[in-house]
């Protein structure tokens, strides 16, 4: 399978490259050439299938071209060492809870797909080039810009990789506390590093770093942000399992799914498995205050702008990278876009009521991005229709924001409080790319 850029502007790349390098040389994403659709049988029979085992028919039609088999059904059971419950809320209401990985956010499988996926690159890879230090420059340097949820989950899953090494940048002071724990206190081959700005800062640095010829001559760089095809295409699981557990239930009819939406790569594989042939009725892509996609399905109009700080902080990104490839992936069709995607968009009031209404009325516990989710289906949901909405993270990740608004004191998971006992390291940043370049180039 070959993958051509977004902008249409860089030559066709493997799988290899477009993993490693992350991004094209014309700065577009990466896409792959073709989709394959999956056998009627598979949908079939879906429902006797487990999640290892539906997420490995799935990733053969993404990678199954360029890895044995046996090697990526290494990769995806390896990968995937928990189930994700679709658990029951209100009727025809359905929460996806995907929290059940080692950092307790959705952002675990594709994150440690990536890494096993590069690993195994790593060691089929041919010679290695020179480094200008002198040498053979072993190390693949991975950035990665995080919001919220993306660090942790990505320094986790690459944590004590040999031959990688992990920057993790984030927005001092707009991350939750155990979030920044779950990255900071890591050390081995994860440096945590904390941008004087927003989260569309430190996006911006690293695709800065991406383009400098420089930088990359003295290092090996890729991304393990959702613009990269290993991080995000692996997401799409989640959306074949969910459809499997509805239908074992005999609700698999008309399938809303809601998703709670900032760089817009969760939803992203979502489209690409039902161009797959997945049948999910329809999306609901939810914002919080960050509505530019939102604008843009009313509109037809995308206009990229700062991001604004949430209650849902890792929805907060005013430039989502994925729009590029949902433009792409739709002829840059703004009415068919619309056909399978409806928006939504709260502000912090909103989320706050909504926590408190869905434990009042239900006994469920919401996050602040769980909540822009479950809003969004219940107040779109058709009357034949039933839908699922996802659980990005474990309440817990938020347990001060939560716990104010709900007057609650929501127990941290033992994992959860491992990190908070252990001893923050992190480096301060400017905003100013030619002050992260020269931290790298001395590294």
Do not use: W
């Not at 949430?310 to 990104?317: G, K, L, P």
């Not at 602040?368 to 229709?385: F, M, N, Q, S, T």
């Not at 992190?426 to 030619?434: D, G, I, L, Q």
């Amino acid at each position: 399978m070959k993958y051509y850029s977004t902008n249409a502007q860089a030559p066709m790349a493997t799988l290899e490259k477009a993993v490693v390098k992350g991004l094209a040389e014309d700065k577009g994403l990466y896409m792959p050439e073709r989709i394959v659709a999956l056998p009627q049988e598979f949908y079939d029979n879906i429902q006797d299938m487990s999640f290892q085992e539906i997420a490995f028919q799935v990733a053969q039609a993404f990678f199954g071209e360029d890895i044995p088999a046996d090697d990526l059904k290494q990769i995806v059971y390896d990968t995937l060492s928990f189930d994700v419950p679709a658990v029951r809320v209100e009727d025809r209401i359905y929460s996806l809870e995907l929290f059940h990985g080692p950092t307790l956010a959705f952002k675990d499988v594709g994150a440690r797909f990536m890494a096993r996926l590069l690993g195994y690159f790593n060691r089929q890879s041919s010679p290695l080039p020179t480094s200008p230090r002198g040498g053979a420059e072993s190390t693949v340097n991975v950035l990665v810009a995080t919001s919220g949820d993306t660090g942790s989950a990505v320094a986790n899953g690459f944590l004590g990789v040999p031959g990688i090494h992990v920057y993790v940048l984030y927005p001092k002071g707009k991350v939750s506390p155990i979030q920044e724990c779950q990255f900071t206190t890591l050390g081995q081959n994860i440096t945590a590093i904390e941008v004087d700005g927003v989260f569309d800062d430190c996006q911006a640095l690293v695709k800065s770093a991406f383009m400098d010829e420089e930088l990359n001559q003295h290092m090996r760089l890729t991304s393990a942000n959702s613009i990269n095809v290993a991080r995000f295409l692996p997401q799409s699981f989640y959306y074949f399992y969910a459809y499997a557990q509805l239908k074992k239930l005999g609700l698999a009819d008309k399938v809303v799914a809601c998703v709670p939406s900032g760089n817009f790569g969760n939803i992203c594989s979502a489209l690409f498995g039902k161009k797959m042939g997945l049948p999910i009725h329809r999306f609901i892509a939810a914002n919080n205050a960050n509505d530019i996609f939102y604008q843009y399905l009313q509109t037809g109009q995308y206009e990229p702008k700062a991001s604004q700080q949430t209650i849902a902080n890792a929805m907060d990104v005013g430039d989502p990278s994925n729009f590029a490839r949902i433009y792409d992936l739709y002829g840059k069709d703004h009415k068919a876009i619309c056909k399978d995607i409806a928006g939504a968009t709260y502000s912090d009031s909103q989320i706050a009521d909504t926590m408190r209404q869905c434990l009042a009325d239900t006994g469920y516990q919401l996050d602040p991005h769980g909540a822009c989710g479950y809003r969004a289906l219940k107040e779109g949901l058709k009357d034949d229709e039933v839908g699922f909405f996802l659980e990005t993270a474990h309440p817990a990740k938020f347990k001060q924001v939560v716990d104010d608004i709900c007057h609650t004191d929501v127990e941290i998971p033992a994992r959860l409080q491992a990190f908070m006992e252990g001893t923050k390291q992190s480096v301060p940043m400017s905003r100013v790319f030619a002050d992260f370049k020269q931290y790298l180039l001395g590294r």
